[in-house]
């Protein structure tokens, strides 16, 4: 079976039409003190999992408000983000529209990022959901900020799923680890107001990771 380990999951070709990737963490930051946040989140009982209509363990609602959001940040900072991406967050905030506890999940949820250091960037893409997805404001996380936004909505829609069509993204994945680590460092600069400390961390992460991945990986 070939694989290929991250510090994060596994890479397996278990089928020759479909990627799977198994994850011993569902998400991380590479701020250290971030991570240790989002790690205690994952195993207190606000990180809730439940089965779905196919007997599949997997995050309950309440929790993918937190969950999707850091993945969407994390892709931000990796390498782009797409509007489908942006359109699983819509279908998780219409799903919570109905729950009895909605004013206190939204509440909840926000706040859990805020202390995770997303703040702002959450609030740059309620932005978005609005403008794109016509998202009503009580299912709003936070008050959405435009400024914020556009800049997300422009890289969203330059470099498009996973930023394949932004020219500013070469580099990224190919050459020197050095040189993609610089170059994903002077991609980012223009992110720093949405967490300076995850964009100032990733350098040093990168750099640990590709050690970590010759002993490992």
Same mark, same amino acid.
């Given at each position: 079976?070939?694989?290929?380990? *991250?510090?994060?999951?596994?890479?397996?070709?278990?089928?020759?039409?479909? &990627? @799977?990737?198994?994850?011993?963490?569902?998400?991380?930051?590479?701020?250290? $003190?971030?991570?240790?946040?989002? &790690?205690?989140? %994952?195993?207190?009982?606000?990180?809730?999992? *439940?089965?779905?209509?196919?007997?599949?363990? @997997?995050?309950?609602?309440?929790?993918?408000? @937190?969950?999707?959001? /850091?993945?969407?940040?994390?892709?931000?900072?990796?390498?782009?983000?797409?509007?489908?991406?942006?359109?699983?967050? %819509?279908?998780? !905030?219409?799903?919570?529209?109905?729950?009895?506890?909605? &004013?206190?999940?939204?509440?909840?949820?926000?706040?859990?990022?805020?202390?995770?250091?997303?703040? =702002?960037?959450?609030?740059?893409?309620?932005? @978005?959901?609005?403008?794109? %997805?016509?998202?009503?404001?009580? !299912?709003?996380?936070?008050?959405? &900020?435009?400024? *914020?936004?556009?800049?997300? !909505?422009?890289?969203?829609?330059?470099?498009?799923?996973?930023?394949?069509?932004?020219?500013?993204?070469?580099?990224?994945?190919?050459?020197?680890?050095?040189?993609?680590?610089?170059?994903?460092?002077?991609?980012?600069? =223009?992110?720093? *107001?949405?967490?300076? $400390?995850? /964009?100032?961390?990733?350098?040093? $992460?990168?750099?640990?990771? $590709?050690?970590?991945?010759?002993?490992?990986?």
């Amino acid at each position: 079976l070939e694989c290929k380990a *991250t510090a994060a999951h596994v890479e397996c070709k278990l089928f020759p039409d479909t &990627e @799977v990737e198994l994850h011993a963490l569902p998400a991380f930051l590479r701020c250290p $003190w971030n991570q240790r946040k989002l &790690e205690r989140w %994952f195993n207190s009982p606000d990180w809730k999992i *439940t089965l779905n209509g196919m007997g599949m363990r @997997v995050p309950a609602v309440e929790s993918d408000l @937190v969950y999707m959001m /850091v993945h969407m940040y994390h892709h931000i900072l990796m390498e782009g983000l797409g509007l489908r991406q942006l359109m699983d967050y %819509f279908f998780v !905030l219409k799903a919570i529209a109905a729950s009895p506890t909605k &004013e206190d999940s939204i509440k909840a949820s926000y706040d859990e990022l805020s202390r995770l250091g997303m703040g =702002r960037f959450s609030s740059g893409i309620m932005w @978005v959901m609005r403008e794109i %997805f016509d998202l009503p404001d009580e !299912l709003m996380l936070c008050e959405a &900020e435009e400024k *914020t936004g556009r800049l997300l !909505l422009d890289e969203i829609l330059t470099g498009g799923n996973f930023g394949r069509f932004n020219k500013n993204n070469k580099g990224l994945h190919s050459g020197p680890a050095i040189g993609r680590i610089l170059n994903r460092l002077k991609r980012n600069m =223009r992110f720093l *107001t949405l967490g300076p $400390w995850e /964009v100032l961390c990733s350098p040093f $992460w990168s750099l640990w990771h $590709w050690f970590w991945r010759k002993r490992y990986g």
